[in-house]
């Protein structure tokens, strides 16, 4: 049994913007608990006791959440990167620390104990988990042979592929590669060349069912809607006569559903919350906590960062609202073309297919819109974004930006 974790969670998590402007990527929301606390909770169940995690960007997020581990019942210890000089780097700064087998996941990453233990299954070798991807454009393709492997190909291939997972069993004997590795052409110490120097040694693991990389924001809808299916009935706020409530529910400490009110869940309510009079939230729905649902508002399968409000009269569908943003009276966010085509967004200057046909908006922390404000589908608005009343919004806005 491995006893060690490594998660690698010092990174800035850019393509995640603007979700990752004020939250590191690891504590985003999937399903009801941070990314990264479902990775403790899988690596508990297969045995390990002691969890490493590598901090760097908002590194006092990460500690302040996750504490010292003992509420999730295993020991955790913090391992700052100082500076971020690639992915070999980061797993090296655990050489003087970590001294038995480990596994090493990346900290953005959705896995599962079913796949931890298969990777798991050979106590003399390395592992890598690889898993196959309809486009592997955005990935590094592994070549493998006799299940080891043999080579990881950089990013840009197309089609079909078998990738690299981001999952791994590790022992000394990847610090004395990563010792003898240069600097890539983009002058950082990558994992994979580490990886290549001893392919010999990597056993190839292939990961079964769900999995996905959350490279991009909406991403963050496609594994919060897994997730929201195995979601467990739990109610302990106040649920006043005559609310309705089809599916499981969610319902945190001291969250209150007024009268009038229509779940259909799954839907999970953190502490603090406010719903209704008369609000209608529909499946996969995700409230972080002190978030109000307010009359006549109707929330679909998204996710609202702690402390966001649909007060008056909203609907939201299939987007993420970040923390502390406002959505005026009568403000609807749109989540479908007219021609039901997939929807596109512009993402850090590229014109991006998110693959969703029903995609509405990804809103930063701290927006506020004006009464009556419509917002259509693919739209990207930064951090203290302001919309004044009547507004139509559509295309991508920087943080701090002033929208009449």
Known sequence: ??????ILAAGKGTRMWPLTENNPKPLLPVGGLSII????????????????????????????????????????????????KGTGHAVGQAKDII????YCINGDMIINADNLSKLNHDSNNLAMMVTEVDDCYNFGVVESQNEYLVSIIEKGGKGKGIIN???YIFDKRIFNAIDNIGKSIRGEYELTDALQAISDKIKIVKHTGFWKDI?????????????????????QGT????????????????????????????????????????????????????????ASSEVKNSILMEGAKAPHHNYVGDSI??????????????????DKKTINVVHQGKKINSGRRKFGAIIGDNVNTGI?????????????????????VSGTYESQSIII
């Open 1 to 6: 049994m491995i006893e060690n974790a490594l």
């Open 215 to 235: 490279g991009s924001p909406w991403d963050l809808i496609t594994a919060n809607e897994t997730y929201m299916k195995n979601m467990i009935k739990n109610i």
């Open 99 to 102: 001294e038995e087998r480990f």
């Open 165 to 167: 997972a981001g999952s």
């Open 37 to 84: 606390e479902r990775q403790i909770f899988e690596l508990k169940k297969v045995g390990v006791k002691n969890i490493f995690i590598l901090i760097g960007y908002q590194m006092k997020d990460i500690s302040d959440k996750l504490e010292d581990g003992k509420k999730y019942g295993l020991n955790i210890e913090y391992i700052i990167q100082e500076e971020q």
């Open 321 to 338: 609202i970040g923390n502390n943003s406002n959505l005026g009276s009568g403000t609807k966010i749109a989540n479908l073309r007219l």
């Open 239 to 294: 649920i006043e006569d005559n609310v309705t409530i089809k599916g499981d529910l969610h319902l945190g400490e001291k969250s209150i559903i007024k009268s009038g009110t229509y779940i259909e869940g799954p839907v999970w309510i953190g502490e603090n919350c406010t719903i209704g009079p008369n609000a209608y939230l529909r499946t996969g729905t995700v409230l972080c906590g002190n978030n109000k649902i307010g």
């Open 372 to 392: 009556n404000t419509s917002i259509n589908a693919g739209t990207i608005l930064g951090s203290n974004v302001k919309i004044g009343p009547n507004a139509s």
